[in-house]
């Protein structure tokens, strides 16, 4: 239970006492700014504690955003403060120093707020928009609040704000104007976010396993059931928005459960195929591993600029201006082919037509998009003039995965070499391995050579911080160098089933490399040191793979086998310490707010 104190007596004829209490508060009032604290060191340890002016003049859901959101320690809005456990230290010795000086009529909760964050505690002020948040001074002043207050339906306000501002024009036209009641239905039936979450996921799953019969019905049923995982993918955001019921679990679920949606969909789509005689693991994995590329180099270019200073381009201020122009928003949302679509593209195919037309037109489409986006970046990066931080250069090598193999070569590059000179080596290091593999006969050592001249260069990549213009490209071709080798050598090798083998350890990779990003952006740093080290790097993995073609070339399904039990290997360590962390780290609640990935 939280705990709401009232700064002063009640003002006769305020709902205040009442909203409080629908909003989970337990009610106490106070005399003054002495008592105030006196209850206040009475409210158990661990618990959220709120301090508002009894005066308080606003929509209930203004209340609910600037003191129930779990997300930010402390938050406040005219009249209101709230702190969570980690903020009452601070407020106890501010409210204890106020106290003594604070009189009648006087703001403590603004006081309070600016001395906390004074005191090093960064106070959140929701955006309220048209809600009304107010301390009238005065009868008239607090008529005419009653009054904006009547004028506004905080219900219709809140059902608007359950959507993300930025979507792309699927899911804002034709999945959110039915999807947000569909949350605030479930709201009202207190069903947790983590629960739809789950939801969407196992209706993909059936919807794969649809798609895996391989019959004409199962693909109609397949293509519904993953637009009604769309359906209830957006839901689960709408519902944490609306109800604000955001956690750590939560936000690991979400990011994590749209990928294995998706690849689980793909594998689906191949053993369906299969099942008709047509074999097309090759271009599932190709468009798995297009899309994880993809989603590299929007991680990468975002983390990279993150806090960059003097971070402007003539090629910014171009897409400025196109965003004046509302229906270039949409056509270059739209063009690149974002979740909404690309899972409506998806679901229309697989309904309609067959798992091959299926994983053409996506690997056409995203590869259009990919490059449009890349292109941009790139010119972004050329044309700006930005100093990129520590931190930033500290996010690409994590990012990057680089394992033991390749530190012997980072220090000894690390003792020369220029700025910026990252992403060459780190291309000639995967032209090099992609020309040897797709040059090369299967299992032939000139590849094994090649994989340690790609160990060597990975090194020197990440040898000196990564602050050249264009180092955010050097994880996302060693994410494409990794992949793509497991991809070709798996298609050439005469080992039975070993592209369903090589599409489970990428899965499993690319998992591995998702979660690095999700830490990193939730603030929390890369994985511990020691399960990169354990899981070999991308270098180390690479290397295994080439080596195991070479010497495995002859002999039957062996290779088939030894991609398994790597998959299965890299699969159970990724997975169990990504649960860990997650389960107890008590890291920030990060959510998708507008990323069309």
């Known amino acids: 239970m939280s705990t709401a104190i009232l700064t002063g007596p009640p003002a006769p004829g305020s709902s205040l006492d009442g909203d409080l209490r629908s909003l989970g508060f337990d009610v106490k009032a106070a005399s003054g700014a002495e008592q105030a604290a006196a209850l206040l060191a009475a409210v158990p340890a661990g618990e959220r504690v709120a301090l508002v002016d009894p005066r ?17 320690p402390a938050a406040a809005a ?16 501010a409210l204890s120093a106020a106290s003594a000086t604070a009189g009648d009529g006087d703001d403590l909760t603004g006081t309070l707020a600016d001395a906390l964050d004074a005191d090093g505690v960064a106070v959140h002020r929701p955006q309220l928009g048209t809600l009304v948040a107010t301390v009238p001074a005065d009868a008239e002043a607090r008529h005419a609040a009653r009054a904006a207050v009547a004028a506004v339906d905080d219900e219709a306000v809140r059902l608007r704000s ?14 959110s104007p039915y999807s947000r009641y569909i949350a605030r239905w479930c709201a009202r039936r207190g069903l947790t976010p983590n629960q739809v979450t789950t939801a969407s996921l196992l209706t993909a799953l059936i919807a794969a396993g649809c798609a895996a019969t391989g019959e004409r019905g199962g693909y109609i049923a397949a293509g519904v059931l993953l637009l009604v995982s769309f359906v209830l993918d957006c839901t689960d955001g709408q519902l944490a928005r609306y109800a604000l ?33 047509d074999d097309v693991w090759a271009l599932a994995l190709g468009a798995m591993i297009l899309m994880t590329c993809r989603h590299v180099v929007d991680f990468s270019f975002n983390e990279a600029n993150h806090d960059a200073t003097a971070n402007t381009s003539p090629t910014a201020a171009l897409s400025d201006r196109l965003d ?35 994983f053409w037109a996506l690997i056409i489409g995203c590869a259009f998009g990919a490059c449009y986006t890349t292109a941009g970046r790139v010119l972004r990066s050329l044309t700006r003039k930005a100093k990129r931080t520590d931190r930033a250069a500290q996010a690409l090598a994590d990012l990057a995965d680089c394992g033991p193999l390749a530190q012997p070569a980072a220090r000894v590059f690390g003792r020369s070499g220029a700025r910026g000179a990252g992403v060459v080596f780190a291309a000639i290091a995967t032209a090099g391995l992609l020309f040897s593999v797709l040059t090369w006969p299967f299992g032939d050592r000139q590849i094994v050579i090649a994989a340690i001249g790609y160990v060597i260069l990975s090194g020197a990549a990440v040898a000196r911080p990564l602050k050249g213009a264009l180092d955010w490209l050097v994880p996302p071709l060693f994410r494409a160098a990794e992949y793509t080798t497991v991809l070709v050598l798996a298609a050439r090798s005469d080992s039975a089933q070993a592209l369903p083998a090589a599409f489970g350890l990428v899965a499993a990779v690319a998992y591995h490399h998702y979660d690095t990003v999700y830490r990193i952006r939730g603030g929390t740093g890369a994985p511990p040191a020691w399960l990169v080290r354990v899981t070999g790097g991308h270098e180390g993995r690479t290397l295994l793979v080439a080596v195991l073609a070479a010497l495995l070339a002859d002999r039957g399904d062996d290779f088939t086998l030894a991609l398994t039990a790597l998959a299965v290997a890299v699969a159970l360590v990724v997975l169990v310490e990504s649960i860990r962390f997650w389960v107890s780290s008590g890291a920030p609640a990060v959510h998708d707010e507008g990323e069309t990935a």
């Open 56 to 72: 308080f003049v606003g929509h209930l859901h203004a209340l609910r955003l600037a003191l129930t959101d779990p997300r930010f």
């Open 78 to 93: 005219p009249g209101t403060l709230t702190a969570q456990n980690g903020a009452r230290p601070a407020l106890t010795r």
């Open 162 to 175: 359950a959507v993300k501002a930025h979507d792309g024009f699927f899911t804002t036209f034709f999945i």
């Open 245 to 277: 019921k955001y956690s750590t679990m939560g936000a690991w679920l979400d990011a994590t459960f749209d990928r294995a949606k998706e690849y689980a969909f793909y594998a689906g789509l191949a053993l369906g195929a299969a099942r008709n005689g």
């Open 324 to 358: 004046s122009l509302g229906w270039t928003v949409w056509a270059r949302r739209m063009i690149i082919l974002p979740i909404g679509e690309r899972w409506a593209m998806i679901a229309v195919l697989t309904a309609v037509t067959n798992p091959r037309i299926v």
